[in-house]
């Protein structure tokens, strides 16, 4: 193991990871106040400020970790959490359609910003100087952990976002049973992750959504590919 290769590469993607962590939360509060529910907003949520909803475990334990566990086998999926933003869902105007907008929220804002990052890699890799490299390196990088995130996000599984778009989309009766599937949805997920089955789920839309990047920014797919795989 090269240390100082995985202190350059945590150093590149520190900022794209914090961000696409603390933005996808703060969304879901920012949408939740538009439609009603002011709790969030309450306890000052509703901020790009990432010291509002960093999670020392989920933010940064656990995305180190898995980024030195992926440098090690070569393979491998990064993710992470900042504190869940409080949302009551009874205080929505239409609570049941509301919480489809709600859930949606998050995983737009890391599609925003993958699109973003798309370009900030394109700015990069059209200049030179001593900035373009580290410009296309951090630029991949956001790409990278924002379409994981949207991606692992939208999976139909309760607590996930999916899983809240699902009932939300659901009758009552199948609504309310998907739900109760709540409790044991972390659960599931981890059982996916150390199986290899999520990597396996979540690949395809993966790399579907890196070919929406490179068509939108007009960066090669191929040469963002290379650089992601630098990077992590």
């Given at each position: 193991?090269?240390?100082?290769?995985?202190?350059?590469?945590?150093?590149?993607?520190?900022?794209?990871?914090?961000?696409?962590?603390?933005?996808?939360?703060?969304?879901?509060?920012?949408?939740?106040?538009?439609?009603?529910?002011?709790?969030?907003?309450?306890?000052?949520?509703?901020?790009?400020?990432?010291?509002?909803?960093?999670?020392?475990?989920?933010?940064?334990?656990?995305?180190?970790?898995?980024?030195?566990?992926?440098?090690?086998?070569?393979?491998?999926?990064?993710?992470?959490?900042?504190?869940?933003?409080?949302?009551?869902?009874?205080?929505?105007?239409?609570?049941?359609?509301?919480?489809?907008?709600?859930?949606?929220?998050?995983?737009?804002?890391?599609?925003?910003?993958?699109?973003?990052w798309a370009f900030v890699l394109r700015l990069g890799a059209s200049g030179g100087g001593y900035f373009a490299l580290p410009l296309q390196l951090m630029g991949a990088a956001g790409i990278y952990?924002?379409?994981?995130?949207?991606?692992?996000?939208?999976?139909?599984?309760?607590?996930?976002?999916?899983?809240?778009?699902?009932?939300?989309?659901?009758?009552?009766?199948?609504?309310?049973?998907?739900?109760?599937?709540?409790?044991?949805?972390?659960?599931?997920?981890?059982?996916?992750?150390?199986?290899?089955?999520?990597?396996?789920?979540?690949?395809?839309?993966?790399?579907?959504?890196?070919?929406?990047?490179?068509?939108?920014?007009?960066?090669?797919?191929?040469?963002?590919?290379?650089?992601?795989?630098?990077?992590?």
């Amino acid at each position: 193991m090269d240390v100082a290769d995985i202190v350059q590469k945590i150093a590149i993607a520190a900022i794209p990871v914090l961000f696409a962590i603390t933005l996808h939360e703060a969304a879901h509060g920012f949408v939740a106040k538009r439609c009603g529910d002011l709790t969030a907003y309450a306890q000052g949520r509703v901020s790009l400020n990432p010291l509002r909803h960093i999670d020392p475990m989920g933010t940064v334990i656990v995305p180190l970790v898995l980024f030195v566990l992926t440098r090690l086998a070569g393979s491998g999926i990064l993710f992470g959490w900042a504190k869940p933003v409080p949302v009551n869902f009874s205080a929505l105007r239409h609570p049941k359609r509301d919480m489809l907008w709600v859930a949606a929220a998050g995983p737009g804002a890391n599609l925003a910003m993958a699109v973003f990052w798309a370009f900030v890699l394109r700015l990069g890799a059209s200049g030179g100087g001593y900035f373009a490299l580290p410009l296309q390196l951090m630029g991949a990088a956001g790409i990278y952990i924002n379409v994981i995130l949207m991606v692992l996000n939208l999976l139909p599984l309760p607590p996930l976002d999916g899983g809240r778009i699902l009932v939300s989309l659901l009758p009552h009766r199948a609504a309310y049973a998907v739900a109760r599937l709540e409790p044991y949805g972390f659960f599931i997920l981890i059982l996916l992750l150390f199986t290899g089955a999520l990597e396996y789920l979540i690949r395809p839309i993966y790399m579907a959504t890196l070919f929406l990047m490179s068509t939108v920014s007009g960066v090669p797919e191929g040469f963002m590919l290379r650089l992601i795989d630098r990077v992590f």
